[in-house]
């Protein structure tokens, strides 16, 4: 499955992850704490310029992903007008913007290796207390595997329905969806089982 | 254990898939993502602890970069924009369901099934997405609630749905639905 890291290599993907992390972690407690127009307008600028840095595809990748929150935006800035704020309006859409962008230059710059790595590392004290931690990991790894190979099942199943009837597929396709689901998990379990257990 | 293992990821990816299968669910003609229904069967199924950690190991992946949200969203800009209360509050209301369903033993399945969708999927959801969303947005909890409050008829809808949905399960696999073990 592909995940949402950018291929465009930027010189951030080499950095550690926590520090990626620990940066983001503080950089949001500030744009939560500064309530100045001026500032939240310069912290949206700078932003801007890390997302160009690496280049217009980045850029254009980035600004791409925050498409999703337009409504939020109108929304925002409407009801602001109405209500005659207009500036705390302004300040609560940039902060809004600011703040996804951020979050998602940490998720564009950084692999999923890394970020398990970063789950390995928080999960350190259940290891300490004795607690395995290797079922986690098992299963983090099963959801990638297994997320396809069902979103193609449950295709088939919608498939199948369109060759018997000529109305659309309903809720009652999810039935079988999930049966399915089930079934394969106990095989996985039995195989996991077979092949000296976890 | 692995049996549990099992379950709990082939869930998780269960609730990646249904927001992956685009006009699965399509109750006369209006378009629902089933993502929520997912986290609903989570705790109706699985019960509180498994369910919950379905969910959980799901807005995990999610947070580590993985497109697994409805439309193929992820990664950490989700937990900074303002619907990020919903998607903290998903593997708490996977629990509170599963929690509801193991307390309801004496109600037949379909309709346990359906109470402990609506407390958890509804009830607790949209507590957490409420307050989320004030936060995020600086609002009130009315203002909230006049945006937010347009999509709880698309989520009761969902709510008979899981307990239609888990009652055919404790049918058709009555071994695998382990909040009525």
Known sequence: ?198 | MERSVALVAVFAALIAALGLVPNLMLASGVPITAQSLGVMLCGTVLGAKRGGMAVLLFVVLVALGLPLLAGGRGGLGVFASPTVGFIIGFPIAAFTAGFVMEQTRNLPVGWAAGIAAAIGGILVLYSFGMIGFMMMLQKSFAEAFVVLGWYIPGDVIKVVLAGLITAALARARPASVLSRL
């Open chain 1, 1 to 198: 499955m592909i995940s949402l890291t950018s291929p465009v290599e930027t010189r951030a993907h080499g950095w550690p992850a926590g520090v990626k992390l620990a940066l983001l972690c503080a950089a949001t407690v500030v744009l939560f704490a500064v309530q100045d127009l001026a500032l939240h307008a310069g912290f949206l600028l700078v932003t801007t310029l890390l997302y160009a840095l690496p280049g217009l595809a980045f850029l254009r990748a980035g600004a791409g992903r925050l498409w999703v929150l337009w409504p939020f935006v109108v929304l925002i800035l409407l009801w602001h007008l109405l209500t005659g704020d207009g500036p705390a309006g302004l300040l609560i859409v940039l902060r809004m913007i600011t703040a996804v962008a951020l979050a998602n230059l940490v998720t564009m710059t950084t692999g999923l290796t890394d970020m398990m790595g970063v789950v390995r590392w928080l999960t350190t004290p259940l290891r300490w207390m004795g607690i395995g931690t290797q079922g986690i990991e098992l299963a983090m790894a099963l959801v990638i595997r297994f997320t396809p190979v069902l979103a193609a099942k449950g295709q088939a199943l919608v498939l199948a329905w369109r060759a018997r009837s000529v109305r659309r597929p309903g809720w009652r396709v999810i039935v079988p969806f999930a049966v399915t689901a089930i079934d394969d998990a106990e095989h996985v379990a039995e195989a996991l089982r077979a092949r000296g257990g976890i």
